[in-house]
């Protein structure tokens, strides 16, 4: 259903005049609230034509006046200047359904306010600022019209400012550094924050949570939140090899800018306003975009006792992949990855990556064999492009490359940007090639060009190493997941390993962009040399708690063999959801999640806890009424410990359950616990 009402009725919004200072003398010109009057919006204009906006919920002040603008390379700054042109408002209410996601139906209701401004000088440069104000936040974009004034914009810099009305507590990581987004999260007071990638996720001492983030990014470079002080901070985008940091022509507007607000952790989880803020899907039937589960020649990759390059420790070979095949086969898994097949990887391809072919396979690797035999059983190989970065090599080849996998039968492919930060090497439009950063303006092009190319040929995205997820998975549904964070290869090799908070964490703060193949599932809980900093129950959580369409089961298939009852859990658990719940939750603490299976009336639940032991009481409220379900429960054992060898003890039982039923979930440190809720 979709209903329009351009008569919009606002509600009274408190003005900031004598409960914030506002900057010379400002006057309110437009104002907005979210259809449960619960956030409010006004933007000022000061005596100097400077525009700004501020934020109140429930009554109370949560963004102070914040200024809005631009720097430009070639012309003087928007930021100035301005008088109101106009303004208009709408109402919007629609329900819209995921072709697959963490709930089948979404709704989308939101008032807008479109502030339309020009300038008072000879330039008379035009701008608009586009508020969309939902019940669970608000985001907001500049619109540039087409215009003699500002043919082109070159843009040096954003003067957008979020300027908190208190401090508090945040959870982040840094931006700007060498490692991209693959850090462990810092958690600082608010005004302690640096340079931080978003999502930004912040409990203010009000207790009001509020995550800073971004929706739609397309054509443009990355927004980074920058300190200013106190709690004022600013927009920095990612930068660029030229002196505009982006560049665009003509008529065109930027991504959004979200911000998610709820009172308890678990609601900026169940928010959907990075999708809302995101276009509908533009590929129309996408009924061949399958999520799956799926197994790889990988692991053994990070544990060293296999090896990308060609060689005696090769892993990518005929005889080991057919052993993958049917290990899918047997067990129900769609995928296998196979990482290492094609040549390229000898020698130091971190380093330049101008020698990968994306069409030739090495010698002991039957790709054509292989692809028909995994068919014959149901099994699909998934394509594995690694990039080194070097975006101009790979872009050389992606068409040829997709037209293999089409031919083949191999629908999804996993890609690869493995490079410092700023390593990326993108050929401009003059042929020169130039190093540019993973989340500047180039690659945000440079992805949904392959996203789109593989959309033409029905083929799935899973990028890694990536720009981050900005909810495009709604406008472009086969852009499955991203990595885009610290994942579970630093289990194997990383110093120190992901500590039992770092999985708490991302429910929190990364899973707020979108879909993260993290590769859950290593039930041996060993990497190399060093155990997981987790229980076997705890593994099986994650499937529930970090979501995504496409969920590896990242251990060696002889390892499963070893713990078969727990790996079931695995086997059963779906990566397509009708609907789901955050039942509590702390941030970097302890979550609980339940979710319902797309294709059945099971339901299934996930919970994990840091370092630090406890017991959780949960309701079945969620459970459909009427029905009788059979708990089955992987949990903890009573003695069971991640800092022990009891880190691999865990019980496996079930009982009956019913709507209202209350379960008290007992979590080791650094454990979890998985049910599967069988309707009967």
């Not at 790979?394 to 039968?409: F, I, K, S, T, V």
């Not at 959580?541 to 695995?570: G, H, R, T």
Request: glycine share 8%.
């Amino acid at each position: 259903m979709r209903a329009f009402s351009w008569a919009l009725a606002l509600s009274p919004v408190m003005s900031f005049a004598g409960v914030l200072a506002s900057p010379a003398a400002a006057e309110t010109v437009a104002t907005a609230a979210s259809p449960d009057g619960s956030i409010t919006v006004s933007v000022d204009l000061d005596n100097d034509g400077r525009p700004s906006y501020a934020v109140m919920h429930k009554g109370k002040p949560l963004i102070a006046p914040s200024r809005l603008g631009f720097l430009l390379t070639d012309a003087p700054k928007l930021e100035r200047n301005f008088t109101l042109a106009s303004q208009a408002t709408n109402a919007f209410d629609e329900t819209w359904d995921q072709p697959w996601g963490e709930r089948k139906t979404i709704r989308n209701r939101y008032n807008e306010l479109k502030v339309a401004l020009k300038e008072k000088t000879t330039l008379g440069r035009q701008i608009s600022i586009v508020f969309r104000v939902h019940d669970d936040g608000f985001g907001f974009r500049y619109v540039f019209p087409q215009q003699d004034a500002l043919k082109t914009a070159n843009i040096a810099e954003e003067l957008t400012e979020f300027n908190l009305a208190e401090n508090g507590t945040a959870w982040w990581i840094p931006a700007g550094e060498w490692n991209r987004y693959e850090y462990l999260y810092n958690r600082t007071k608010v005004s302690e924050i640096g340079r931080a990638h978003t999502p930004v996720t912040m409990k203010l001492d009000s207790g009001t949570h509020v995550s800073f983030h971004e929706a739609a990014l397309v054509d443009y470079s990355a927004m980074w939140l920058q300190h200013v002080e106190g709690v004022r901070f600013k927009a920095t985008l990612s930068p660029s090899s030229g002196p505009a940091k982006v560049v665009r022509n003509g008529a065109f507007h930027t991504p959004w800018r979200s911000i998610q607000i709820s009172d308890t952790a678990g609601g900026l989880v169940d928010s959907s306003l990075i999708l809302n803020l995101n276009d509908p899907n533009v590929l129309g039937d996408v009924s061949w975009v399958k999520p799956y589960k799926y197994v790889g020649v990988w692991w053994g990759m990070h544990l060293d006792t296999e090896s990308w390059a060609s060689g005696a420790k090769h892993g990518a070979t005929t005889a080991n992949t057919k052993r993958y095949i049917d290990f899918a086969a047997k067990n129900g898994m769609r995928g296998v990855l196979v990482e290492g097949w094609n040549k390229g990887w000898d020698g130091d391809w971190f380093a330049d990556g101008s020698t990968f072919s994306f069409t030739q396979p090495y010698p002991d690797f039957d790709i054509e064999g292989l692809s028909a035999y995994g068919l014959k059983k149901g099994v699909h190989l998934i394509g594995h492009h690694e990039t080194s970065a070097n975006v101009a090599h790979y872009e050389d080849q992606l068409e040829a490359a997709l037209d293999l996998d089409r031919r083949l039968g191999i629908d999804s492919i996993k890609t690869g940007y493995v490079a410092d930060a700023g390593g990326m090497k993108v050929r401009g439009a003059d042929g020169v090639v130039r190093f540019e950063w993973h989340d500047g303006q180039a690659s945000a092009r440079h992805h949904l060009k392959v996203v789109t190319e593989a959309a033409k040929r029905r083929i799935a995205v899973n990028a890694h190493e990536p720009i981050k997820d900005t909810g495009l998975r709604r406008t472009y549904p086969n852009w499955v997941a991203r990595e885009g964070a610290r994942g579970m290869e630093y289990n194997a090799w990383g110093s120190p390993p992901n500590p039992p908070e770092h999985e708490i964490n991302l429910v929190f703060t990364r899973m707020l962009a979108g879909p993260m193949d993290y590769t859950p599932g290593v039930l041996s809980l060993e990497g190399r040399g060093q155990p997981l900093q987790s229980t076997v129950a705890r593994q099986l959580a994650l499937y529930v708690l970090l979501y995504s369409p496409i969920q590896m089961a990242a251990d060696l298939p002889e390892n499963y063999a070893k713990v078969m009852k727990p790996f079931q859990f695995i086997k059963d658990v779906p990566t397509d959801w009708a609907d789901s719940r955050v039942l509590n939750g702390e941030i970097g603490d302890y979550v609980t999640i339940a979710r319902k299976d797309r294709n059945s009336a099971d339901w299934y639940l996930g919970a994990g806890t840091d370092e630090n032991g406890r017991t959780i009481d949960v309701t079945l409220d969620f459970l459909d009424a009427g029905k009788t379900y059979t708990a089955q429960i992987y949990r903890d054992a009573d003695d069971t410990d991640y800092r022990t060898d009891t880190r691999h003890h865990h019980v496996i039982e079930t009982r009956q359950v019913r709507r209202g039923d209350r379960l008290s979930l007992v979590l080791a440190p650094g454990g979890g616990q998985a049910i599967r809720f069988v309707a009967r």
